[in-house]
């Protein structure tokens, strides 16, 4: 049997963490985020912008994990919805699949803020505010084609259900359409996962004895295909690129010739305008439905005036 | 039942004919009884079928337990789940999970107080003598002792111990993770020093320490060290003393071996006191020892993590170096799951918390989908075991010695589990960091030191 030191214990826990929710503060907003997973730094980033803001301003945000699997991540968003938040942050794993969470939402009066990861029905959301992965992919597919010329072999590391990096792809392969002799000879999917990409790449290895380059989706996902190249001693002159511009590949660019570039996205800025979106809805203002959020290279070249130890 | 009405009366028939009255009537008798029964059966059955599955709630955070990103630790619970419910029809496992790691302690604290913690559910280390103190932990002493199927021996010991509370055992570990010495192999190369060998003791260690802590590169200020983030509780556990009785009523700070481990330090401090080495200066290969839990060196020691970090030298791990009266490790670690002590289905929540500690096949996946340690010996010490460590390490090579794994398991310390463990060390961290940093007596600090938490302890 519970005693009733257990219940004065837990009381005082619940009323720190909860910041008095009930009795203290009436007026504190809850906010709920889901992402694709919390392994990912960028996500963590994007997290913490979101945060930063929800706390300056004495509020609260719950974070939920849905570790990749798009069930999970539709039943956090419903578990949100029950819990009544004030507005809810999605990156979606799925940019068509999520509309059942959604359309939940909505029915509830509840608005979402897309971020990071557009979704297919835009009338179901209120905003969306991502980087222009478009042009993440052209600003890679351009730096590749000035190193390499107009003729290579290239490997897609693909997320096919994530609308960011569908975009990303499709900029980069409609720069590379321009030029014949620039042959995809692989592409597939590594759901943005560091290790998943590098099984993913060790297959396609033992299949193409020539790669020049390889696209892909994220940071992580680069990491993943030199980590199977490497292992594999088939690293040297190809040409790698990833988009996120995390640390840990900005610090693999200034510290050696593995990772060739990255198209840097800026995730505590998306999570940070995502924030202050989601303050102008609650407060009856009206928001722009896309807010793009540009992206920039970053090589050997520029690494020096970059801040390697963190996301900008 | 028409059918058993005519049996009756067949049989009825039947032995009027050969046995005679008093017979008939000690059949009508046990007829009637195993009617009864039968009908009960039924309707139990019937109940059965009516009420479903018994559910059991499971509550696990989300990410890595060892703050090591990990894309498919998810698999581990996923995978024992489906294995559970196949080999037990009767029961159905509703999982929760998602809330962050470091959200997870405010998410099951709120579920305590509505009364709607799951049944069974992961514990962290720092909430577990919380837990076990105010009763939401249930005492699982009996539940082991009648379990016929289960066998606490084949655990190790030390992993045993870190559920316990007070002599009893409230929780039990999935997976442990004891302490290495993480060594820059390149740094020592350069140093023409080896690499120490298992056994080795402060005396090597302070030696080393001493003979690369240096300026390479001529401006006046050292910029390579001996060691980073060797603390107190290191050198005090590795001189084999505990710092608290297992109740938690008595403080131990004073005895002689936490003198030399923290008059150590200081000697050992005192060689690169200005600038002081950080964790980066590790990672940037100008120092020769770090400890390290060894989930990390699993992650790092293999692709993909190892382009990540630590990439620009040669590493490897070993024990720890030990003192006068200790033994070559330190703590240990556990990621534990308990039962709620109001779950309604207690014999149902402990087949599931024993399918997830004990059964081998299960634990074999704590190699294949997290950078723990298993905690049932056989598959630690197993070839599958091997397997999974030589992954994705260059050279297909396996570098522990999975005996000598075990030994460090068993010879590291786990910290007694009483209620105001993490306020007393709190303290005595201030304390004993003002007595390396300082010019202060150490014995007589550490006697009133300890006279302090002695009274904090009887408070």
């Known amino acids: 049997m519970l005693s009733k030191k257990l219940f004065v214990v837990l009381l005082v826990i619940v009323l720190v963490f909860s910041c008095l929710t009930v009795y203290g503060a009436p007026k504190q907003k809850v906010f709920g985020a889901t992402f694709h997973n919390l392994n990912n730094p960028f996500f963590v980033a994007l997290n913490d912008g979101i945060k930063k803001v929800v706390e300056s301003k004495g509020d609260k945000l719950i974070s939920f994990d849905p570790q990749q699997d798009l069930s999970r991540q539709i039943s956090g968003i419903e578990d949100f919805v029950s819990q009544k938040v004030d507005a809810i942050f999605v990156a979606a794993l799925d940019w068509k699949g999520i509309k059942p969470a959604l359309e939940t939402a909505k029915k509830a009066k509840i608005p979402v803020i897309i971020v990071d990861a557009p979704v297919f029905d835009v009338n179901l959301v209120a905003t969306t505010v991502a980087s222009d992965n478009w042009n993440a992919g052209v600003l890679c597919a351009q730096d590749m084609i000035k190193r390499i010329g107009t003729k290579a072999n290239i490997v897609i590391l693909a997320h096919p259900t994530a609308k960011s990096a569908i975009d990303r792809t499709e900029g980069f392969k409609a720069e590379i359409k321009k030029y014949a002799g620039l042959k995809v000879v692989a592409e597939q999917s590594s759901n943005g996962q560091l290790d998943q990409a590098m099984t993913v790449m060790e297959d396609i290895i033992q299949a193409q004895p020539k790669i020049d380059v390889v696209m892909a989706l994220n940071d992580p996902t680069a990491m993943g295909a030199i980590a199977a190249l490497e292992s594999a001693n088939r690293l040297k002159g190809i040409l790698v690129y990833g988009v996120d511009g995390s640390p840990d590949a900005k610090k693999m660019i200034k510290e050696g010739n593995k990772l060739t570039a990255t198209a840097s996205q800026f995730p505590s800025k998306i999570g940070s305008m995502g924030a202050d979106a989601a303050y102008q809805i609650l407060n009856g203002k009206k928001v722009a439905k896309n807010i793009k959020v540009p992206v920039e290279l970053i090589d050997k070249s520029n690494i020096s005036k970059h801040k390697v130890d963190q996301f900008e | ?459």
């Open chain 2, 1 to 459: 039942m028409i059918n058993s009405i005519y049996m009756k009366s067949y049989i009825t028939t039947l032995l009027k004919k050969r046995c005679g009255s008093l017979k008939i009537k000690v059949f009508h008798t046990a007829f009637s009884i195993t009617t009864l029964v039968m009908i009960m059966l039924a309707i139990f059955y019937l109940h059965q079928l009516n009420s479903g599955p018994v559910v059991i709630k499971f509550g696990d955070f989300a990410g890595s337990y060892w703050d090591i990103p990990n894309w498919q630790g998810y698999k581990f619970n996923d995978e024992a789940i489906a294995k559970f419910e196949t080999l037990h029809p009767g029961i159905k496992i509703k999982y929760l999970t998602g809330t962050p790691k470091n959200d997870y302690s405010e998410w099951l604290a709120k579920k305590i107080v509505k009364g709607q913690e799951p049944d069974v559910f992961c514990v962290l280390a720092g909430d577990f003598n919380t837990f076990a103190s105010i009763g939401i932990l249930k005492n699982l002493d009996d539940l082991m002792e009648n379990d016929s199927a289960f066998n606490i021996d084949q655990i190790y010991i030390k992993a045993v111990k870190s559920g316990q509370f007070n002599g009893s055992q409230y929780a039990l570990p999935r997976e442990v993770v004891p302490i290495m010495m993480f060594v820059n192999k390149s740094l020592l190369a350069k140093e023409k020093i080896d690499i120490p060998k298992g056994d080795w003791t402060w005396d090597d260690f302070y030696r080393i320490c001493r003979k690369v802590t240096k300026d390479t590169d001529g401006d006046g200020e050292i910029d390579q060290f001996g060691t980073v983030d060797f603390g107190w509780q290191h050198a005090v556990y590795t001189n084999g003393q505990q710092l608290f009785d297992i109740n938690g009523t008595r403080a131990m700070f004073e005895t002689p071996r936490v003198v030399e481990a923290i008059q150590f330090l200081r000697k050992l401090n005192q060689l690169n006191s200005n600038p002081k080495p950080t964790a980066d200066d590790f990672d940037n290969g100008k120092v020769a020892f770090r400890p390290f839990l060894f989930s990390a060196y699993r992650a790092y020691k293999s692709y993909p993590y190892r382009l990540i970090r630590y990439a620009q030298f040669e590493w490897e791990c070993i024990k720890l170096p030990r003192g006068t009266h200790g033994k070559n490790a330190s703590e240990l670690f556990s990621f534990m799951i308990g039962i709620s002590s109001r779950t309604s289905h207690p014999r149902e929540a402990w087949e599931l918390l024993k399918f997830l500690t004990y059964n081998k096949m299960i634990q074999k996946n704590v190699f294949k989908y997290s950078y723990g340690v298993s905690v049932l010996r056989q598959v630690t010490e197993s070839k599958e075991a091997d397997l999974e460590l030589s992954k994705y390490t260059p050279d297909k090579e396996v570098s522990v010695d999975k005996k000598v794994l075990g030994q460090v398991i068993e010879e590291s310390t786990v910290t007694p589990r009483f209620h105001k463990y993490d306020q007393a060390m709190e303290v005595a961290d201030k304390e004993i960091f003002r007595m390396i940093n300082d010019d202060i007596d150490i014995e007589s600090s550490l006697q009133k030191l300890n006279r302090e938490i002695n009274k904090f302890l009887k408070q």
